[in-house]
């Protein structure tokens, strides 16, 4: 178990958690161990812990959090929430935390990947004339292989 330093501590972080009517709550966490125990990404990777999270955001060590990939495994799956016998919001608090790491640009390379092919393709995968014989011959429409409304929108990122 890695040792905390109370420098790394950010107490203005937590007080702008704290006070989100969004996310609010987090402190209520007594650390029952539901959050974890019902996780399914927990089953797959036990590396991966909602409750370390909530600790990670009491303690105030903001920095470790947005730079953590742990952020990134959560699966949105609301088991935790659900089974939170404090109603603590936990995959909302982990979402927030996700926006706020992005807004800081620290994101997963996998993440990173895909803005990069949105800005200049407007779309992940690339849709060619195979595709679309393809989606043709199933009655289905041709899909464009460019998608200049998606490109736009992420020009001012």
């Not at 590396?47 to 699966?75: A, H, N, T």
Request: one cysteine or more.
């Amino acid at each position: 178990m890695k040792r905390i330093n109370a420098g790394d501590s950010d107490p203005d972080f937590i007080e702008e958690l704290d006070s989100s009517s969004f996310i609010g709550g987090f402190r209520g966490c007594y650390t029952c161990g539901t959050c974890t125990a019902g996780c399914p990404v927990h089953r797959a990777r036990k590396d991966y812990d909602p409750l370390r999270i909530i600790r990670m955001l009491v303690l105030g060590l903001r920095e470790e959090i947005l730079r953590s990939d742990m952020i990134w495994l959560c699966s949105d799956c609301y088991t935790c929430q659900e089974n939170c016998p404090m109603e603590v919001k936990i995959t909302d608090i982990i979402n927030h935390l996700k926006n706020l790491a992005t807004r800081e640009r620290n994101i997963p390379l996998g993440v990173a990947t895909q803005e990069k092919l949105l800005k200049d393709q407007g779309k992940i995968y690339l849709v060619d004339d195979f595709d679309n014989k393809k989606r043709a011959k199933v009655g289905l429409p041709a899909l464009p292989a460019m998608v200049e409304e998606a490109k736009e929108l992420l020009k001012k990122r």
